[in-house]
């Protein structure tokens, strides 16, 4: 079992940078993914890395401006926005799954979920 908090969420205007993190307890051998739910949508796959941080898989609406991370010293992950639109706007959650290093980019592969934190993009 792995507990995840998230963090850093917040209003920023658009074209700003905010870092969302998520803080892992318990077992954390995992690989990690972010995932959002914009008001009135389902929940989008948005990134994913595996365990040792060498693989990365993005949804094509941030690639390019979001960057995930992660720091197995102090099991935490990443997850740097910058070039923020107000598309953007959604609760991100962090997602942990299991298993090898296949990149997970749908949303009902990941096993354990965050609380979720706001982001919103004014224009």
């Known amino acids: 079992q792995v507990q995840l908090v998230e963090s850093g969420g917040g209003l920023v205007q658009a074209g700003g940078s905010l870092r969302l993190s998520c803080a892992a307890s318990?077992?954390?051998?995992?690989?990690m993914g972010w995932v959002r739910q914009a008001p009135g949508k389902e929940r989008e796959f948005v990134v994913y890395?595996?365990?040792?941080?060498?693989?990365?898989y993005y949804a094509d609406s941030v690639k390019g401006r979001f960057t995930i991370s992660r720091d197995n010293v102090k099991n935490t992950v990443y997850l740097q926005m910058n070039s923020l639109k107000p598309e953007d706007t959604a609760v991100y959650y962090c997602?942990?799954?299991?298993?090898?290093?296949?990149?997970?980019?749908?949303?009902?592969?990941?096993?354990?979920w965050g609380q979720g934190t706001q982001v919103t993009v004014s224009s």
């Open positions: 890395i595996s365990w040792s941080g060498g693989s990365t």
């Open positions: 318990g077992r954390t051998l995992y690989a």
């Open positions: 997602a942990a799954v299991g298993g090898d290093d296949i990149p997970r980019t749908r949303v009902y592969e990941y096993d354990y």
